[in-house]
């Protein structure tokens, strides 16, 4: 079965900087792979995925990610963050063989003035 | 276009009782999943429905059971509650077929067992 590591639980920064959330999965088979935005008391929201292709991925509201087969990595980026980013972010893996989402643990993004 | 909708948005019950959520699901989407993810977690799927039917579990008790309509609407049953399953519940749905279709996330139930 697929997973997949979200290193930071949590990942402080100030406005206008930028961020990269880690993300790394388990396995170099061929992979679907997607980010998460969670903001507070609400459900979840897709960001971006990565199905083939270009491994640079671009998503909405500024995100990025680079899907790295020789690191398994599948890193989140944003150059300059808001304070209206502050939310939990999910890095998720399509299970092999079934169409379900294997979720990291998530890392909260708190962003500050 | 009416996305993916749950009901009730909160809810609360005593260890040992039974509780039905409910999901919608998005228009022209005939297949739905539900996650539970408790607090400081990520998502852990449950179970997916399609043509009114389980077709994937995932490490769940017997005691989680689903229902899927003829209109794609979709029913979370938990009998038996324990404290443990305190938890927001995530239903999704997506259009069956092809390489990969994107799941549509609801709001979530946020269950308190007490």
């Known amino acids: 079965a697929q997973s997949v590591t979200q290193l930071d639980s949590q990942v402080p920064v100030f406005e206008e900087a930028p961020v990269e959330l880690r993300c790394n999965y388990s396995s170099s088979v061929s992979v679907y792979l997607f980010w998460y935005v969670q903001y507070p008391n609400q459900g979840l929201q897709l960001l971006l995925k990565y199905l083939s292709g270009s491994t640079l991925v671009k998503g909405i509201n500024g995100f990025e990610a680079e899907f790295n087969k020789s690191q398994t990595s599948f890193h989140l980026r944003k150059p300059s963050v808001h304070i209206s980013d502050t939310a939990e972010y999910f890095c998720a893996v399509k299970d092999t063989g079934f169409q379900k989402l294997v979720f990291g643990t998530g890392t909260r993004l708190l962003v500050s003035p | 276009e009416t996305g993916v909708t749950q009901s009730p948005t909160h809810l609360i019950k005593t260890r040992g009782q039974q509780v039905t959520l409910r999901c919608s699901s998005q228009s022209g989407h005939n297949t739905v999943s539900w996650y539970q993810q408790a607090l400081g977690q990520g998502p852990q799927f449950i179970f997916q429905?399609?043509?009114?039917?389980?077709?994937g579990r995932g490490n769940f008790p017997p005691r989680f059971s689903g229902l899927q309509f003829p209109n794609y609407s979709s029913e979370l049953n938990v009998n038996a509650l324990e404290l443990d399953d305190s938890a927001l519940y995530l239903c999704?749905?997506?259009?069956?077929?092809?390489?990969?279709?994107?799941?549509?996330f609801g709001p979530g139930t946020r269950l308190t067992v007490l």
């Open positions: 999704a749905s997506k259009a069956a077929g092809g390489t990969y279709n994107e799941q549509f």
């Open positions: 429905y399609y043509r009114e039917e389980e077709n």
